[in-house]
Each structure stands twice: as C-alpha cells, then as structure tokens.
C-alpha cells in the first residue's frame, strides 16, 4: 500500500542503522514528485518505469542512491540533517537532474 514520500525518505535514516532496506530496492512515486506524493520502496523489476505491482508509480530512485543523496546534502552542509521537506527535495532534485542539489 502507498505511503507518502516524506515518510518513505525519514525512514532511510533508519536503514543505515536497522538496514529495513537492503541494496537493491528502489523507490517508487507519483508525479509530480512532492513530499505528500504515493510512494513505495520495492524489489522488483520495473517495467517502463513502473513497478509491476503499483500501476501509477513510477520510478525515483534506487534506495541505495537515495542514502548517498542524503549524506553529501549534509556534507555539504556541515554534517547538518535535512528536515523532511528538504531531503525530499534533495532526492527529488537528483532523481531529476542526476547531480546533487546545490548549496542556496
């Protein structure tokens, strides 16, 4: 069942620490991505984007890029943590642009 993307991003603070996530597995969203967007994190194979078992997403980024996105967002400030609203925009600006999102 779909959740929202912020909460979907929170929990990969927690993966490093309980590994919830394995490597592999990718998330999932509704355009247009924003933090109140449908998401899931799932292992499998995308057809044209879109997971097999979620018609409606498509796909964002794979978790593992995702953790990175989020630990240079933070290197580059300072070793600061993102609030909710700025990692998803963080992820979300990779996912679009395939670079990191700049220091404003």
């Not at 355009?31 to 194979?45: I, K, N, W, Y």
Request: charged share 25%; no cysteine; proline share 11%.
């Amino acid at each position: 069942m779909p959740e929202r993307l912020v909460d979907v991003v929170l929990r990969l603070y927690e993966i490093s620490k309980a590994d919830r996530y394995e490597v592999g597995p990718t998330i999932y969203a509704r355009r247009p991505f924003d933090p109140e967007s449908d998401a899931m994190v799932l292992s499998e194979d995308p057809i044209d984007l879109a997971p097999p078992s979620a018609p409606g997403l498509t796909y964002l980024l794979a978790v593992e890029t995702a953790k990175e996105v989020l630990a240079v967002w933070s290197s580059w400030r300072g070793g600061r943590t993102p609030d909710p609203n700025e990692a998803v925009t963080a992820i979300v600006h990779y996912a679009l642009n395939d670079a990191y999102r700049p220091i404003e």
